[in-house]
């Protein structure tokens, strides 16, 4: 059984700019959640897919998108970088809204 | 008032004694609640789910729910130094996932 891929690991961006981060789910595993994880706190929910449909959806702005595909895996967009976009982004996969298996995630600099 | 509340910590306990965590949350429609262990520069690795009221043991670890006073605790027993992590709580109301900040846990040799 294939656990959850994210890539890339890391990745350093200027403000402004625009980042496109991946995940692929867990075999068997139709949900896909994405986490905003700061230093010393804990993961922060962007949003969920379920079915290629966003259902559920934290407080972050209209500039964190995202999108599941048929397979199940996803892509978490952020347009307009800001300095505190400067987090680990995680993904995380279910099937439906049960436990939730996390992949090692990728860390995001925004200089 | 935070959806998800633990004590930060630090705990430190002794090799071989009883580690307790605790965790508060807000809504009384929660319905799922979780314990993860995220080690230092690691993700989040799930230990225990828990859905209705009373005790769920898995190993070392028990899990206990008291829905009526909101609460969720994860019990380690035995603790070794391999359990030194920080230990996020989470619950699931809606269909939005929350968790703590996490409770920082030292098992000192």
């Known amino acids: 059984e294939t656990g959850v891929t994210q890539s890339p690991t890391h990745l350093i961006k200027t403000r402004g700019q625009q980042v496109t981060l991946r995940c692929s789910s867990q075999s068997g595993h139709n949900t896909v959640s994405w986490y905003q994880q700061a230093l010393g706190q804990g993961p922060q929910f962007i949003f969920q897919?379920?079915?290629?449909?966003?259902?559920g959806r934290g407080n972050f702005p209209p500039r964190f998108s995202g999108l599941q595909f048929p397979n199940y895996s996803s892509e978490l967009n952020v347009n307009a970088l800001e300095l505190d976009d400067s987090a680990l982004y995680l993904c995380a996969s279910s099937r439906t809204y049960n436990e939730q298996f996390f992949g090692p995630g990728t860390r995001l600099t925004v200089l | 008032q935070k959806e998800v509340e633990q004590n930060s910590g630090p705990l430190s306990v002794p090799e071989g004694a009883i580690a307790s965590l605790n965790c508060t949350y807000s809504?009384?429609?929660?319905?799922?609640f979780f314990w993860y262990r995220q080690y230092s520069g690691k993700s989040p690795e799930l230990i225990m789910s828990?859905?209705?009221?009373g005790d769920k043991e898995d190993g070392r670890f028990t899990a206990q729910l008291n829905k009526a006073s909101q609460y969720v605790s994860l019990l380690i027993r035995d603790s070794q130094p391999s359990d030194s992590a920080t230990y996020l709580c989470a619950v699931i109301t809606g269909n939005q996932f929350y968790f703590g900040t996490g409770t920082s846990l030292t098992v000192i040799p």
């Open positions: 828990i859905y209705s009221n």
């Open positions: 897919y379920y079915r290629e449909e966003e259902n």
């Open positions: 809504d009384r429609v929660s319905q799922s």
